[in-house]
């Protein structure tokens, strides 16, 4: 069983929120050939699509570009986990569709937050990991035909353990 660190969990109990109905669950694996991860699956049906405010209440996690000469550990925060409808709609968006004017994210990955601006969390679907993972959105998303991707946490649990709301 997933477990929220306890500053979040005080927010995700204080609102109602929605969560994940077995509809959701059944458009979300039928996304994709790869296995939506039964980790964010638990969360979203447990704990739901939990919002954040930017400014009362940031929830801030860390990721880190590791590449040939260039090692930075940066921080974004998430305003909110995305409904089904939307994971669904941005994966056709950014993933799916064949616009080459806008950048793209790996077809193996979903997008689970939206933050503040226009960049995405996402979540690594298939194989045996669910590792999380930052992708920035910017007109050059791709440097030298390598996803500008930032890495967050080893697993989803990992992820959740790393969220944090700053103290005022």
């Known amino acids: ?31 994709t050939a790869l296995d939506v991860r039964q980790s964010y699956r638990e969360f979203i049906s447990t704990w739901g699509y939990i919002r954040f405010d930017p400014l009362d209440d940031p929830c801030e996690f860390t990721y880190a570009y590791r590449e040939p000469g260039m090692a930075t550990d940066l921080r974004s925060s998430i305003s909110m986990f995305m409904p089904a409808d939307k994971v669904a709609q941005y994966y056709h968006g950014l993933v799916l569709d064949v616009d080459e004017d806008l950048p793209k994210f790996p077809a193996h990955m979903l997008p689970i937050c939206f933050t503040p601006g226009q960049s995405h969390v996402l979540l690594e679907c298939g194989g045996d990991t669910d590792r999380v993972w930052f992708w920035e959105f910017r007109g050059n998303a791709w440097r030298e035909g390598a996803p500008s991707l930032g890495f967050v946490a080893e697993t989803f649990q990992d992820f959740l353990n790393g969220l944090r709301v700053p103290a005022p």
């Open 1 to 31: 069983m997933l477990v929220l660190p306890p500053d979040i969990q005080a927010l995700a109990e204080r609102e109602p929120v929605d969560r994940a109905s077995e509809a959701d669950l059944a458009m979300l694996r039928g996304l």
